[in-house]
């Protein structure tokens, strides 16, 4: 069982909110990852973060935004949320030299309505 | 494009018969792994196959690499209805430890 958390596991909220998604791990991994899926679909890496104070986009092109102040933590936020961000956002973490093998926490599902 | 796509794309069989699930890339990779994901939740780690592999085991699950084919297949033995969940199969093409996943098979094993 994987060391890693997400909270909340559902949230529905109005258009033009601000959220922030939470991402904790406690396995002390360098690497960390937030993916948008949704239903019955392929994952899309959005954010990626190799180390304190490093974040990356990946390779689908998001609005939102990520920090990296923390091994552990690895927030998602967004200014100002949209039907069109409706998903699941999964977050994961990875430890160097173990060939890229992930840990994914439950994941978050967002509505916005 | 789809760096991994799995094949087929759903799978219903019995309990107990044994279920093959098949992934295509497109660029040389480092090593290939498979995952399972249950309905609404994160992904599980199933096993990692290295390039210079070309058969793995780790219980019930088979996997298999073909590098010059540039495909892997997963075999699940004597199914069983836990094993009800969608499998993905994910490379790394870049070397970074940035993953590419397929859109997966969704297997359903019926009682």
């Known amino acids: 069982e994987a060391d890693i958390y997400q909270t909340p596991r559902y949230l529905v909220i109005g258009t033009g909110k601000k959220i922030t998604l939470e991402c904790s791990q406690t396995?002390?991994?360098?690497?960390m990852y937030w993916y948008q899926q949704d239903p019955g679909m392929e994952l899309h890496l959005i954010h990626y973060?190799?180390?304190?104070?490093?974040?990356e986009k990946g390779d689908l092109s998001s609005e939102s935004t990520v920090s990296r102040i923390r091994t552990e933590h690895f927030p998602l936020t967004l200014e100002s949320a949209r039907p069109s961000h409706t998903s699941q956002y999964l977050c994961?973490?990875?430890?160097?030299?173990?060939?890229?093998?992930?840990?994914f926490g439950p994941g978050t599902r967002l509505t916005v309505t | 494009s789809q760096q991994g796509e799995e094949d087929p794309q759903a799978l219903s069989i019995q309990e107990g018969e044994n279920a093959t699930m098949n992934c295509s890339y497109k660029?040389?990779?480092?090593?290939l792994q498979w995952y399972r994901q249950n309905s609404g939740r994160g992904l599980v780690h199933l096993i990692l196959?290295?390039?210079?592999?070309r058969e793995k085991h780790s219980g019930r699950l088979r996997v298999t690499l073909d590098t010059s084919k540039k495909s892997s297949s997963l075999l699940i033995t004597a199914s069983r209805a836990a094993d009800t969940a969608s499998y993905f199969c994910a490379t790394d093409p870049g070397g970074a430890q940035k993953l590419v996943f397929g859109q997966g098979t969704r297997l359903t094993i019926n009682p």
């Open positions: 973060s190799y180390g304190v104070n490093s974040t």
């Open positions: 396995m002390g991994h360098d690497k």
């Open positions: 660029t040389s990779i480092n090593n």
């Open positions: 196959i290295r390039s210079n592999e």
């Open positions: 994961a973490s990875s430890e160097s030299g173990t060939g890229g093998k992930q840990y």
